[in-house]
């Protein structure tokens, strides 16, 4: 008929499933789909080559709508679905046959539609060619409950530009009911990278942004940030980010928003602030040591500030001098990030608790930093910080004396009482804490290597 595009192609040019990963770690999980109304569809009989299921070998899962729970072949999962996307690991290289199939009939008036259901999806593409992201968006009327596409590559999640051939990805659909997606038939149309651009403007203009980069040896995440932006609002728009799926191991940013039906955003931006505190934490299951990093060359020569505040440990990190901040994983981590010029830095921030932080670096060999806390009171404190080895012999005190609330980082150049360099071994700070209203007594350990 004229004026249809009708999609036609060979159902057999391709014998096996293309760009397969193998390996059988968490790098080498990818979303695969099949294009084609496969015979016998079963996942059994499309894997067949690998034998029976067995979790050390191989694995295929797909994830439901909250974005954490998994469905698993032979736990929920049986059967390879167009339109869909399915988590595939394989230990050693295998060809997988895709048997007999027949293609999905589709014209540009009668596209493949997949279904989306509120929260995040799992799609795979139900062509065998590639389709520009952006001519899905257009060829839908640009929804603004359609989120960014999620891609998954070589361990780690990133916004998407194409929906692939044999692939998929994430979609959240941040409608109250289901939405029919439809895939164009033609795909010829120009792509355009529809992500959310990072707005990198000084921080005395309208919109600004700073994306957040979360890494450790084994994973990164670079899919979270905040700022401020002339049409944003305080809770959920299009200027946000939701916390992508988990996949086993994983590292997060998550900025709490209980207002809204997905409550942890990895991107927060919200309306233009002469002032303003971001709370986050960080979240993994990895044991590893943990590097938060951001870009700030682009703020600006002006008297805004960012600073960093790790509240567990009661640390500022001034984010203009610095780039980095690195801690131990394997549990969340609050953080606050104030905003605004030094008078409402002083007066925001402000020691919650007595800490005796973690020295840094440690281990060291010549210099070390002590960072301590001391909440604002009516009087003074008196504060004895002294060093002590191992075995209970005093070594240094590196203040007797009194102070008031606030931050301080106490320097120690390894000098012992006598003048000499403190040996290789394991030390004890010792903070002692009185004023008026109570005394506190804190230890911490460290290594001179």
Request: charge should be negative; aromatic fraction near 12%.
């Amino acid at each position: 008929m004229e004026g249809q595009i009708h999609l036609r192609f060979p159902a057999d040019d391709i014998e096996s499933i293309p760009n397969l990963i193998f390996g059988g770690t968490q790098n080498s999980y990818q979303v695969i789909s099949l294009p084609y109304n496969v015979t016998d569809n079963t996942i059994g009989s499309i894997f067949d080559e690998l034998g029976g299921f067995d979790k050390t070998r191989w694995r295929l899962l797909r994830h439901r709508s909250d974005g954490v729970s998994l469905d698993e072949f032979t736990q929920g999962l049986t059967r390879i679905e167009p339109g869909f996307g399915y988590w595939l690991n394989i230990k050693e290289q295998t060809t997988i046959e895709i048997g007999q199939r027949n293609a999905v009939r589709n014209t540009q008036d009668d596209p493949f539609a997949i279904p989306l259901v509120p929260g995040w999806n799992q799609i795979g593409n139900p062509y065998p060619f590639d389709v520009p992201w952006s001519t899905i968006v257009d060829f839908n009327q640009s929804p603004d409950e359609l989120g960014i596409f999620k891609i998954f590559n070589n361990g780690d999640f990133d916004n998407g530009s194409t929906l692939k051939s044999y692939g998929g990805g994430f979609v959240r659909w941040e409608g109250e009911s289901n939405f029919e997606l439809r895939i164009p038939v033609d795909a010829g149309a120009p792509n355009r990278r529809l992500v959310n651009k990072v707005n990198t403007n000084s921080l005395d203009e309208a919109d600004w942004e700073v994306q957040l980069f979360l890494s450790s040896n084994s994973l990164k995440n670079e899919m979270s940030g905040f700022g401020m932006h002339s049409e944003a609002n305080l809770s959920k728009d299009r200027y946000d980010d939701i916390v992508v799926p988990r996949l086993f191991n994983y590292l997060e940013v998550n900025f709490s928003h209980p207002e809204y039906k997905a409550p942890k955003f990895s991107k927060d931006i919200i309306p233009l602030n002469e002032e303003y505190v971001w709370a986050f934490e960080t979240a993994t299951n990895l044991k590893e040591t943990i590097t938060l990093s951001w870009e700030n060359h682009y703020w600006g020569d002006n008297t805004l500030e960012l600073m960093l505040l790790d509240r567990k440990e009661q640390k500022i990190i001034n984010m203009r001098d610095q780039t980095t901040y690195s801690f131990h994983g394997s549990d969340s981590r609050l953080f606050n990030i104030y905003f605004g010029n030094e008078d409402f830095i002083d007066r925001a921030l402000k020691p919650q608790w007595v800490t005796l932080g973690t020295n840094f670096p440690n281990p060291f060999s010549d210099h070390t930093i002590i960072p301590i806390t001391l909440p604002h009171a009516e009087s003074d404190y008196q504060i004895n910080l002294s060093i002590y080895h191992i075995s209970g012999q005093k070594i240094q005190t590196l203040v007797d004396g009194k102070l008031t609330g606030g931050f301080y980082q106490i320097p120690w150049d390894v000098k012992t009482l006598k003048g000499v360099a403190a040996s290789r071994g394991i030390y004890v700070i010792k903070l002692e804490v009185k004023n008026q209203e109570f005394s506190q007594r804190l230890t911490q350990r460290m290594l001179i290597k």
